[in-house]
């Protein structure tokens, strides 16, 4: 599977224990920063009811959906308990040069 | 054998059913639900779900309860409690035993008074067959009057919107949302619907709901006739502890339990709507919620204690309703609030934090499009959680992150 790198935004502009929506060619992810400083990046809608979970709150490995507060772990993108049962897709990130890219395959 | 028994298979019941298993209760589990469904989410009803579904938006598929070991009984209603024999006797003759039982039958709405029953133009809204009942005499240009100003009416008014009907709301108070919510937000809430074409008539007193064969009538206390091809009455649920009471477990509005969950009967449970239960955050009062987290938080709750815990009920109340593109979220409860200040956020979304006369945070009330107000909503309840007296000017400037606060 070929996998190509798009670049999202500056390391920067993600805040420490947040997420921010990254739409690209018709998709819409959700890319995190994690309090130690690691960047996640995983489908942007809640598997509930297909809600931007960007909105939501990041509280250490866990995004909080901001409608109904069904959690994901977003490192792993598994469904942490009602009202969410199914599992978020998540990929691959890189930062390089002060940018951060994941991979959409 | 231990068999736990969970009358009433809504939100609150499943919940518990699977959390029993995630905790590792390895004896039976039967659920047993009055209605023909699997248990189904409710607040589509006035939303989405009653523009849209033929099938109610299930809480989990056949496949999930089989999986897990439960046994799912519908269309079983449970007539009688035989405390003494520890069974349930349902209304066909079957009788289930158990070794500790759960009741969350839930609430169903307040009726009007004098209303004609079984009329097909004056319904009511709890269930999926009432939906469908609601959706199909819906149409472009039909006119729907909404009895009641509170959540479940004004969603109505506004899927109704949506579907093109012509819709009228008459609420007996001087305003919508009296109960609970603010009125600067209940006033954002009124002029939406205004916007888009609801008339809103408040401080109405209805007389009487009449069905005259060929459309409803909705009788106000000038004696003028407000005519509507169907009339949904949504004035408030009650809670239904019948089966309680018969068996004589203590009821005080709702079924009376201890923050454990527990009734007046060791090994009987109570969660969910039908429940009243000692609100930690208000010291102690007794409430009971009509809201969808607190079916399943209490849910989860019950299982940890039906098998021996004795955790005690710690959430904050939460609740959100969606009413055209906006969303409102409430946590924790709002009365007895010394001081109130707005924060007001982007695209006209506002939040008012309520503080106690100790500067404690009790509770936040947010509208706004879309989850505009959800993040902030939520750091706030976990401030009320842990008992914060966060600086009031800290509060209302949308330069202070909520997070910091809740570090601090
Ligand atoms: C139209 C609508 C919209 C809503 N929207 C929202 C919202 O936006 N936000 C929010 O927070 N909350 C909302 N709610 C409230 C939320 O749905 C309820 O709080 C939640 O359903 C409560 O769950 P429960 O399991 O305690 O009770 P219920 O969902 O009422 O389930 C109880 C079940 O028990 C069954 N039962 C009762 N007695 C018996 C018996 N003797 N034998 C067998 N079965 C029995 C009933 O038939 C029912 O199926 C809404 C409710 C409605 C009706
Ligand atoms: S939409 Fe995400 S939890 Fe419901």
New interface residues.
Partial sequence: MSSNWVEVCAADEIDEEDVIRFDHEGRTFAVYRSPDDEYFATDGLCTHEHIHLADGLVMDDIIECPKHNGRFNYKTGQAKGAPVCVNLRTYPVKVEAGSVFIAIS | MRHIVIVGAGECGA?AA?ALREKGFDGEITLIGAEPHLPY?RPPLSKEGLAGAEQPKY??GAE?YQAARITVLTDAPVARIDRSGKAVKLADGRSVTYHRLLLATGARPRTFPGAPENSERIRMLRTHADALAIRAALAPGRKLAVIGGGFIGLELAATARKLDAEVVLIEGLPRVLSRGVPEEIAAVVAEQHRREGVEIVCGARITAIEDNGASACVVVADGRCIAADLVVVGIGAVPNTELAEAAGIAVDNGIAVDRTLRTSDPDIFAAGDCCSFPLQQHGGRRVRLEA??NA?DQG?LAAANLIGGAEHIASVP?F?SDQYELTLQIAGLADGAALTVRRDMEEGAFILFHLDGGGRLIAASGVGP???V??DI??AEMLIAAGARPDPEALASPETKL?KLLAA
Wanted: proline share 0%; net charge positive.
């Fill in positions: 919940r699977f989410e809480v989990a999930r969808w987290r399943q989860t939460w959100w879309g989850n505009a959800a993040r939520r750091l997070k």
